[in-house]
């Protein structure tokens, strides 16, 4: 039994957004997980709140997630990951873009493989000025 790198965590968060995939991205977050949202005046708190959020933002056409940055800024039982990202969508035509930054505070969990992999317990996510 490993670790999964808490590094790779932000790239396959996106691939589910990319995907359009809500449920596999509230799959990430921990039951009472908090999220600040990009596109957002609350603080979203649990799986009910992310999943209408996700069921909203993730509606946009073509939505894709560009992962631009990786910084680990903590290790052991609760990882702090943060970045930037880039987010595209739109239909035909130019496409909106939205550059933005992320903290994704991840807790331990165990993968069907055995190994320990990461939930979200907190996600902080803002549009760069």
Do not use: C
Not at 14 to 21: E, I, L, P
Not at 82 to 90: A, E, I, K, L, V
Not at 104 to 125: K, N
């Amino acid at each position: 039994m490993g670790m999964v790198d808490p590094r790779s965590f932000p790239k396959r968060w996106g691939q589910k957004v990319s995907a359009g995939d809500s449920a596999g991205a509230l799959g990430l977050y921990a039951k009472t997980a908090v999220l600040i949202p990009t596109y957002g005046a609350s603080i979203l708190q649990g799986h009910k709140e992310l999943a209408g959020y996700f069921k909203q933002f993730m509606s946009r056409p073509n939505l894709q997630v560009l992962i631009t940055d990786i910084v680990l800024r903590r290790t052991g039982p609760t990882p702090v990951v943060s970045g930037f990202y880039t987010f595209t969508w739109g239909k035909g035509g130019p496409r909106e873009r939205a550059a933005a930054r992320y903290t994704f505070v991840l807790e331990p969990v165990r993968a069907p493989s055995g190994d320990l992999d990461w939930r979200v317990i907190t996600h902080h996510s803002s549009v760069v000025p």
